[in-house]
């Protein structure tokens, strides 16, 4: 694959400790990088944080083949660590669906968070809520995939949660775990949980190198989820709604195979009103238990469209016309509406599951300068920072001195609206060489309605910070194989390269 050196290439060989290479690929909305550190005694060193892309992504499989192929013959199919920073399908596809060239690398470690030790008790709490939220989640596309039309409210609704669905847990819930098991075993059981707080790592063979987690936290307000006193997880949006478990409760309560359950949330007693499901079903001859004139009025102003034909007088009453303007009474229906919660659950596991991201800050001990792996860690995640410290040589590090002095960016979630802070994160960094990359693709984010990935506050913010010194994974340039950046190297940036739209790789120090 060719590479290219932009003209104004600078800088020495790499120096022990000081200089590391980074090859974020493009393979669309994923995250997939590539460190390489120069080992003391000759060779190098090889870390890969993540590998994996959007499940919408067209062709997603077939280009991440070629993303672990290129790994493969960069690294000779040696990696010294590979980092799995949280369950989404777009960080660790590749592990299962490149399985067989996975198989033939050789792995040392496979680094993850706490949050995915099946060791750890608030782990577990943690992954016994996500289990029952993709539940009811699952429960509610389901009843909407039944429903027959929706209107464009819960069309839209029913198309989000199977994205989500799809996206995030696999088509049926078990593909990303499958993934990030996968991703476990390359280690042969070499399997490493993380936690802020833990002595910076160290590696033997990098001296000069310090490797500090800086989450995902233990406190479950900064997760976003509050433990309740029967040991569930449950959401803590708004006043403390507990989404998931009205939800599942309602889904018991109207289970229609009779064994109902009841919902001490519902307003009502089970005994009162009638079902609409049922009487959607059989408008013509609805069941005796229904009472003529519920039935009647359903029909006529609910369920439409009316017609003579279908609308037979009932005792006294006369049959006449409709309005041939209000036959169709379909905008009246809201039998379907208590599911749009299902819209605030998604959002918010989806949320949680980013702010268990394992976050990785490296620190060139001779020049005490950072790079900062944010992941997707959402706000949650990034205020935790603000109280976590460390005793280094006799000296206090803290999360803010880290961003203080960090110079290269990964930057957050594809550059979304909620995953970077601002005055307690981005401004923060007040290096003057920082640099930052984004692994996103506007075009795949449109596709999927993520909305504005990067999102351009935030992209205005990172050049007015980074002097310009901003990559984007879709940018044209990067693409094309003869492109050059708009930017000279400088900074923390001393060498830049593309190869044919694969990636992008640039030597930092």
């Not at 550059?415 to 290096?431: F, I, P």
Request: aromatic fraction near 8%; glycine fraction near 10%.
């Amino acid at each position: 694959m060719a590479k290219k050196a932009t003209p104004a290439k600078v800088g020495k060989a790499p120096s022990i400790g000081g200089v590391v290479t980074v090859r974020h690929y493009c393979q669309g909305i994923g995250d997939s990088h590539l460190l390489r550190f120069p080992k003391a005694g000759g060779g190098d060193f090889w870390m890969l944080i993540d590998c994996g892309v959007h499940s919408s992504v067209s062709g997603g499989s077939a280009k991440m083949a070629k993303v672990v192929a290129d790994i493969a013959a960069v690294t000779k199919a040696r990696l010294d660590v590979v980092v799995v920073t949280h369950e989404h399908t777009d960080h660790v596809s590749a592990f299962l669906t490149a399985a067989d060239a996975f198989k033939g690398f050789s792995v040392g470690e496979v680094w993850m968070a706490w949050t995915e030790d099946p060791l750890d008790a608030q782990a577990n709490e943690l992954d016994k809520f996500k289990q029952q939220a993709l539940a009811a989640l699952q429960s509610s596309s389901q009843r909407l995939g039944a429903a027959g039309p929706l209107n464009p409210h819960l069309a839209g609704l029913h198309a989000g949660l199977d994205a989500l669905l799809g996206f995030n847990f696999g088509v049926k819930g078990e593909r990303v775990r499958a993934s990030r098991d996968a991703a476990a075993a390359l280690a042969k059981g070499h399997v490493r949980y993380f936690e802020p707080g833990d002595p910076p790592i160290e590696l033997t063979d990098v001296p000069g190198l310090r490797i500090y987690v800086l989450g995902p936290p233990r406190d479950p307000a900064l997760l976003g989820l509050t433990e309740r006193a029967s040991e569930m997880y449950a959401m803590g949006a708004g006043p403390g709604w507990p989404l998931e478990r009205a939800l599942s409760s309602a889904f018991a309560a109207t289970d229609p195979a009779g064994s109902k359950t009841f919902d001490y949330a519902a307003p009502f007693d089970p005994n009162v009103g009638s079902d609409l499901a049922r009487l959607a079903a059989s408008p013509v001859s609805p069941p005796d238990d229904i009472a003529p004139e519920i039935a009647d009025f359903a029909r006529e102003r609910y369920f439409g469209p009316l017609s003579v034909e279908t609308a037979p007088a009932r005792g006294r009453r006369k049959a006449k016309a409709p309005d041939p303007e209000a036959r169709d009474q379909s905008w009246r229906r809201i039998d379907m509406d208590w599911l749009g919660v299902s819209a605030d659950l998604a959002m918010q596991l989806d949320d949680r599951t980013n702010n268990t991201s394992l976050v990785l800050a490296f620190e060139f001990t001779d020049t005490k300068r950072v790079l900062l792996f944010a992941a997707d860690a959402q706000i949650g995640n990034w205020l935790s920072w603000l109280d976590t410290k460390w005793q280094v040589d006799g000296a206090v590090v803290t999360g803010p001195d880290l961003l203080g002095r960090t110079v290269y960016y990964k930057v957050g979630h594809h550059g979304s609206q909620n995953a970077t802070a601002r005055a307690k994160g981005l401004e923060l960094m007040t290096s003057p060489d920082l640099s930052a990359f984004i692994p996103t693709n506007q075009k795949d984010a449109a596709n999927v309605h993520w909305g504005a990935m990067p999102y351009d506050k935030i992209l205005t913010a990172l050049k007015e910070r980074c002097a310009g010194r901003v990559v984007r994974a879709d940018d044209v340039w990067v693409a094309d194989p003869d492109g050059q950046p708009n930017f000279s190297p400088s900074g923390s940036i001393r060498t830049i390269r593309h190869g044919a739209g694969l990636w992008v790789e640039f030597d930092l120090a």
